[in-house]
């Protein structure tokens, strides 16, 4: 099993940045994928940022350029730091992991309790 804790979140003025962190633990073999998903009110969820067990990443396009997803192995944790933050990227950022099971090694989707990001204009 897997628990994901991610933090971070708060309220920032247009221009400013936050980083997002989610440390994940419990068992599992390996960590396949570690990003975050976001939601706004009257939106559906959204890929944000992935990063993938060959060392890729995936940015959503409306991030590209202004978000970056980086992982520290020893820690389990995944950060995603966001700098030029704009009003529309107010949502809550729920942190996903996929990781292969102890045992079985099938594979298993986790989430994170999200956290409030809000950019003031």
């Known amino acids: 099993q897997v628990q994901l804790v991610e933090s971070g979140g708060g309220l920032v003025q247009a221009g400013g940045s936050l980083r997002l962190s989610c440390a994940a633990s419990?068992?599992?073999?390996?960590?396949?994928?570690m990003g975050w998903y976001r939601q706004a009110p009257g939106k559906q969820r959204e890929l944000v940022a992935i990063w993938g067990s060959g060392g890729s990443t995936n940015y959503a396009d409306s991030v590209k350029g202004r978000f970056s997803i980086s992982r520290d192995n020893a820690k389990n944790t995944a950060y995603l730091q966001m700098n030029s933050l704009k009003p529309e990227d107010t949502a809550v950022y729920y942190c996903?992991?996929?990781?292969?099971?102890?045992?079985?090694?099938?594979?298993?989707?986790?989430w994170g309790q999200g956290t409030q990001v809000t950019v003031s204009s």
């Open positions: 996903y992991c996929n990781t292969k099971n102890l045992g079985s090694l099938r594979l298993r989707d986790s």
């Open positions: 419990g068992s599992f073999f390996s960590i396949n994928a």
